[in-house]
C-alpha cells in the first residue's frame, strides 16, 4: 500500500526564546505520523540557542550558524534571507513556521513568501500600537502578521488585534501560548525548592532589550545596586543575557556587590527554578512576563510599554519603564508593603493551558484538509 503523504513542516528559529516557545511544537509534530519534520535554525544565537536545543532534544537538519559578536540588525537579515532562501530552494517544504517577533522570525516568513510555500506564525497578533517599542519586534510582527497564511493567536486580544488589521478570521486560531507548554513540562520535572537561603529575599532580574541598551540600562543596574543596599535580606541574582552590551554595565555598575550574583544565563530547568523560588522579578523579557503569572510571581517590567497587557489588567504584572527612581520605589513598595505584594501574587494563567501546541498542530492538520478545526483557547 502506498504510504500517505506526510505535510512537509520547517520551523526556522534562532534564538533562545523562539527555541523554547517552538519546542513544544516541535514535539507535538514529531509524535504524529501526519508530519515529516525539518528543523532550521539560524543561530541569530549560538551559545544560547544550543542550550535549549539540547534541553529540548531538537536536531536541526540545517544551522546556518549566522551569529557575529555586535551584529546589526541588517546583519542578521541580510545573512539569515540568504540561508534561508538556499534551504526552502532546495527542501520545498509544503509549510514554513516561524515563531514571533525576531529577525529570524520575520526573514523565515518574507523568504517563505518569495517561494510562495505558506507560512504559519506562533504567538501572532501581539501589538503596542507604537512601531519603536519594542524595537524592531513590533514592525516584525506586523511583516509577519501581513504575509502568513495560518496565525496561532495566544489570546483572543492578540486575535482581536489582527482582524482590526484584515486578517481573515478564518486563518486565526486562538491557541494560548506554547511557552506555557513548555513551562509546565519543565515544572513537572523541577526539584523542590531550594531552602538553602531562607531568611533572605531573592529579586530575579533580566534585562537585555535592544531599546534598553546604553542609558536605560545604567538607570536600571544603578537602581539594582540601591535596591540591595537598601534591604539587608535581598539578595539579587540577574543571569545575564550574552550580549557583550548587556555585560559591560552589569559589571561595571554592580559586579562587586556582595548581594548582587551575576551569574551566567541558566538552561531552562534552572531559569524556571529561579523563578518559582524568587520573591519578585523585574525583567524587560517578552518570554517572563508570560510565564511569571502561571507561577504566581509578581513582575514589575522595565519598559515603556508592553504588548503583552492581558497580565498587567488582571493585576500580576506592573509596567514601571527605566527610570532610576521609579525603580527603586516601585521594587521597594513590594518589599515594604505586604498587601501591594500579595495583591500581585496571584497565580493567573492568561496566556495558555498547556495545550497549545496540540491546537497548533490540528490547525496545521485543518489547513491541509486533514482535520475540524480546533476549538479557541480560552482562559478559565
Ligand atoms: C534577540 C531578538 C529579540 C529577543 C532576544 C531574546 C532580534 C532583532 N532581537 O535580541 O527580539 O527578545 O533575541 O534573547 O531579533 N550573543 C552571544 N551569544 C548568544 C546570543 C547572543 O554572544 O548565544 C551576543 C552576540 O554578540 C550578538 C548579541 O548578543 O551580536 C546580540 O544578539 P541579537 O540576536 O542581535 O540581539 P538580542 O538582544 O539577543
Ligand atoms: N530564560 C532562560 N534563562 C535565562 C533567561 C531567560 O531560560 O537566563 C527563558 C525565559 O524563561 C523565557 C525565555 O528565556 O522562556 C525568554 O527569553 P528572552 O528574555 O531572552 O527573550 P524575550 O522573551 O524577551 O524575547
Not at 91 to 101: H, I, M
Not at 296 to 309: A, D
Not at 323 to 338: M, T, Y
Not at 366 to 378: L, N, Q, S, V, Y
Amino acid at each position: 500500500m502506498a504510504k500517505p503523504h506526510r505535510i512537509k513542516v520547517m520551523p526556522i528559529f534562532g534564538t533562545r526564546p523562539e527555541a523554547i516557545k517552538m519546542a513544544p511544537v516541535v514535539h507535538a509534530l514529531s509524535a504524529d505520523e501526519n508530519f515529516e519534520l525539518i528543523i532550521t535554525v539560524t543561530a541569530q544565537h549560538r551559545e544560547m540557542l544550543d542550550q535549549f536545543l539540547r534541553f529540548f532534544e531538537m536536531q536541526p537538519r540545517y544551522d546556518l550558524n549566522i551569529m557575529r559578536e555586535g551584529q546589526t540588525l541588517a546583519d542578521i537579515t541580510s545573512r539569515a534571507v540568504e540561508g534561508i532562501d538556499k534551504v526552502l530552494k532546495d527542501e520545498k517544504p509544503d509549510l514554513v513556521l516561524v515563531q514571533g517577533d525576531t529577525t529570524t522570525a520575520f526573514v523565515g516568513a518574507l523568504v517563505a513568501y518569495y517561494h510562495k510555500i505558506p507560512c504559519g506564525h506562533i504567538e501572532a497578533g501581539l501589538r503596542t500600537g507604537d512601531k519603536f517599542a519594542p524595537f524592531p519586534e513590533e514592525i516584525n510582527r506586523k511583516l509577519i502578521g501581513a504575509i502568513a497564511d495560518l496565525h496561532f493567536a495566544p489570546t483572543l486580544r492578540a486575535k482581536q488585534n489582527l482582524l482590526r488589521e484584515g486578517v481573515p478570521e478564518r486563518s486565526i486560531f486562538v491557541t494560548g501560548n506554547t511557552v506555557v507548554d513548555a513551562l509546565l513540562w519543565t515544572l513537572q520535572r523541577l526539584p523542590e525548592p531550594n531552602r538553602t537561603n531562607e531568611g533572605q529575599r531573592m529579586i530575579l532580574v533580566t534585562a537585555h532589550r535592544r531599546e534598553n541598551w546604553g542609558e536605560p540600562m545604567e538607570r536600571i543596574c544603578k537602581a539594582l545596586r540601591r535596591i540591595a543596599d537598601k534591604f539587608p535580606d535581598v539578595q539579587i541574582i540577574f543571569p545575564m543575557h550574552k550580549n557583550p552590551v548587556v555585560r559591560e554595565v552589569a559589571y561595571r555598575v554592580m559586579g562587586d556587590h556582595d548581594r548582587i550574583k551575576l551569574c551566567e544565563p541558566p538552561d531552562y530547568f534552572e531559569f524556571v527554578r529561579l523563578m518559582r523560588d524568587a520573591y519578585l522579578i523585574v525583567t524587560d523579557s517578552g518570554g517572563v512576563q508570560e510565564e511569571a503569572p502561571t507561577l504566581g510571581k509578581p513582575v514589575l517590567v522595565l519598559r515603556e510599554k508592553t504588548e503583552r497587557p492581558e497580565a498587567v489588567e488582571a493585576g500580576v504584572v506592573k509596567v514601571i519603564g527605566t527610570d532610576e527612581e521609579k525603580i527603586i520605589a516601585e521594587v521597594s513598595r513590594l518589599l515594604s508593603d505586604e498587601g501591594a505584594y500579595r495583591a500581585m501574587q496571584r497565580p493567573v494563567n492568561p496566556y495558555g493551558d498547556g495545550k497549545a501546541a496540540l491546537r497548533i498542530k490540528q490547525a496545521i492538520l485543518h489547513f491541509f484538509g486533514k482535520a475540524e478545526r480546533p476549538p479557541d483557547f480560552a482562559p478559565q
